[in-house]
C-alpha cells in the first residue's frame, strides 16, 4: 500500500532514488585520457567510477527543492534569534554578487585585471570607517569570531611592540562565548567580572581588575541584554588609563547604525559582522564576513593585503608595514563583500540610520505586548533586542524554555535564542529587526501567549513539541558532538 503523499516528511534518500542508467545530462565520451594523470596521482588514481546517484533532470530537482522545503529560513517566517540578526536578505545583494563580473573572477589574478573588484572592497572599507568611527578595516576575518581572534592578535603585536606583551583580557559576565574562546586562542587568560544587577559593566570592578597586565576589555555595546552602556566613555578611558585596548564586539551594530560610533566612544577596535548588520544570508555555518575596524595606532597591524588606492586613481592590494600576516586566504568572503556593499548604497547614510530606528522600535512593541506573558529580564527601553525570562513559567508549570522554544516551531516561529545570555535562567533573547512587519510582531506575541496557556492546560503537549515538523524533539547535544552524517546502506559505504 502506497503511503499518503507528505511534503515535508522523510522520502528516500538520493541515493535509494537511483536507477542504473538515469542521467540529467549527457557529457561527451573524451577521446583523450591525460596519459599523465596516473603517473601523477600514482596510487591515488582512481580506479573505478564514483558512486554517484543516477537520477533524471526532474528527480533531482524534486530532491533539492523537497529539501529547501524541510528547512526554515527569512524567507519562510519569522526568525528573531537574538544577537544574531536574521533580517530579510534583498534580493538586489543576490542579484549583485551574482553578476559575472564579480561572480567569475578569480583571486589570483593581476590587480589590473580586477579593478572593479578592488575599487568595490576599497569602498566598502570607506564606509565601514565611516560608520564605526575608526580609521583602518581589514576585510579578511571569515567571521565575528574570526574578527576578534584577529584583533587580539594585533593587540598582542601592539603590546610586544611596545615592550610588554601583556597577560589577561577582562569580560563581562554577558559576553557572547566567543568572546572568552578568541582570548583562550590567543594566548590570554580571560578574566571574568560580574554585570550589574542593570545588566551593565560594574564600573568599580572594571577598575579592579585592569592593572598592566591587561592586553584589552571586550565589550559588547548594546550589550547582550538590549541595554546601552551609558557609561561607555567612562569605560573606555579607564581601560586606557592602564594601557589596554578597548575592544568593541560589533555583532549588536544594527542598533545603532548612523546613530553613534564605537570609534567615537573611545573604542580601539571593533569588529562587523556583515552578515548579520548589513544583511547576507547566514546561519548554519556561513559563509560569512567579520571586517575589524582599528585605530591609527593599530593600523600598521592589520592583516594584509588590503585594498587601497595608487596616486594614479588605480586600485591595488597592500600589505600594512607591521602587518601580522594574513588571517585568510586571499581578501576574505568577496561575494558578502558585494552583498554588504549593495546593502549600504541601496539605503544610503539617511536609510542606514532608518534601519536603527526601526530596528529598536520593532523590538520594544514587542517587548511591550509580552510583558504580560513572560518576565522582561531587565524591563526597560531596550535597543534592537531583549531578553525575557522563562523561569516564573517553569516554577509554576514545569516547562521550560527548551519547550517553549520547540513549541513555537509548531506555531510557525522560529524560536528565539535560548539559555543565552548566561546571567539570565530560562532566557529568550528576541530580535525581530527592521524588517519584520507589524503584524507578525503582534502573531508572535500571540503565539507566545497561546503556548504560556498551554503550559498551563497540557504541559506534555510542549515537553514532546514539536509536533508539525519534519522531524521531532532531536538530541541537540549528541547531534553536536557525535555527529554521524553517512547514509549507511550498501549503495554508498
Ligand atoms: C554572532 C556574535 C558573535 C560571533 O560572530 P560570528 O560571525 O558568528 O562568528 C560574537 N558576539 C556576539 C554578541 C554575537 O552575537
Not at 538515469?22 to 603517473?39: G, L, M
Not at 523537497?66 to 538586489?92: E, I, Q, W
Not at 581572534?149 to 563581562?172: D, E, Q, S, W
Amino acid at each position: 500500500m502506497p503511503e499518503p503523499f507528505q511534503n515535508r516528511g522523510p522520502r528516500p534518500t538520493i541515493y535509494e532514488s537511483s536507477r542504473p542508467g538515469a542521467t540529467c545530462v549527457c557529457a561527451p565520451v573524451a577521446d583523450t585520457r591525460d596519459a599523465s594523470s596516473d603517473a601523477f596521482f600514482g596510487d591515488y588514481a582512481r580506479q573505478a567510477a564514483p558512486a554517484l546517484p543516477q537520477v533524471s533532470e526532474v528527480e533531482i530537482m524534486r530532491h533539492y527543492a523537497h529539501l529547501a522545503s524541510m528547512n526554515f529560513g527569512v524567507d519562510t517566517g519569522s526568525y528573531p534569534l537574538g544577537s544574531c540578526t536574521m533580517k530579510y536578505n534583498p534580493r538586489l545583494n543576490e542579484w549583485a554578487a551574482r553578476l559575472p563580473g564579480f561572480a567569475q573572477l578569480h583571486p589570483s589574478q593581476p590587480d589590473e585585471t580586477v579593478q572593479g573588484a578592488l575599487q568595490l572592497m576599497y569602498e566598502l572599507q570607506q564606509d565601514l570607517c565611516e560608520i564605526s568611527g575608526l580609521p583602518g578595516v581589514t576585510l579578511q576575518p571569515a567571521a565575528g569570531a574570526h574578527g576578534e581572534y584577529c584583533a587580539l592578535m594585533i593587540f598582542r603585536a601592539a603590546h610586544t611592540a611596545a615592550g610588554n606583551p601583556r597577560k589577561k583580557v577582562i569580560i563581562p559576565d554577558t559576553a557572547h562565548g566567543t568572546n572568552p574562546a578568541s582570548v583562550a586562542m590567543a594566548g590570554y587568560e580571560v578574566v571574568t567580572i560580574p554585570s550589574t544587577t542593570d545588566g551593565l559593566v560594574d564600573l568599580e570592578a572594571l577598575r579592579a581588575a585592569l592593572d598592566h597586565d591587561t592586553a584589552a576589555f571586550m565589550l559588547t555595546n548594546p550589550n547582550t541584554v538590549g541595554i546601552f552602556d551609558p557609561q561607555i566613555t567612562e569605560i573606555t578611558r579607564a581601560v586606557h588609563e592602564v594601557g589596554a585596548f578597548a575592544y568593541c564586539d560589533g555583532a549588536n551594530l544594527n542598533a545603532i547604525l548612523g546613530i553613534t560610533r564605537p570609534g567615537d566612544q573611545g573604542f580601539d577596535a571593533l569588529h562587523i559582522n556583515l552578515h548579520k548588520t548589513f544583511s547576507t544570508p547566514h546561519g548554519g555555518g556561513g559563509p560569512g564576513a567579520g571586517p575589524l575596524c582599528v585605530s591609527a595606532e593599530l593600523c600598521p597591524y592589520l592583516p594584509g593585503p588590503v585594498a587601497v588606492r595608487t596616486e594614479t586613481g588605480a586600485y591595488a592590494r597592500k600589505n600594512p608595514d607591521k602587518s601580522i600576516g594574513r588571517v585568510r586566504s586571499y581578501m576574505g568572503n568577496f561575494a558578502i563583500f558585494v552583498r554588504a556593499y549593495a546593502y549600504i548604497k541601496m539605503l544610503g547614510a539617511e536609510g542606514l540610520r532608518g534601519v536603527a530606528e526601526q530596528a529598536v522600535l520593532s523590538a520594544n512593541y514587542l517587548r511591550v505586548i509580552v510583558q504580560d506573558t513572560f518576565t522582561v529580564a531587565y524591563n526597560r527601553t531596550c535597543m534592537h533586542e531583549f531578553v525575557l525570562s522563562g523561569a516564573n513559567l517553569k516554577a509554576e508549570t514545569g516547562v521550560s524554555t527548551l519547550d517553549v522554544a520547540k513549541r513555537l516551531l509548531d506555531y510557525g516561529f522560529h524560536p528565539p535564542t535560548i539559555y543565552f545570555p548566561l546571567i539570565v535562567s530560562e532566557a529568550m533573547m528576541l530580535e525581530p529587526t527592521e524588517t519584520e512587519p507589524l503584524a507578525a510582531l503582534d502573531a508572535l506575541a500571540e503565539a507566545l501567549r497561546a503556548i504560556a496557556a498551554e503550559a498551563k492546560s497540557d504541559p506534555e503537549l510542549l515537553h514532546s513539541a514539536p509536533h508539525t515538523t519534519p522531524v521531532r524533539r532531536l538530541d541537540e547535544a549528541g547531534a553536536a558532538r557525535n555527529p554521524n552524517l553517512r547514509v549507511v546502506q550498501g549503495f554508498c559505504s
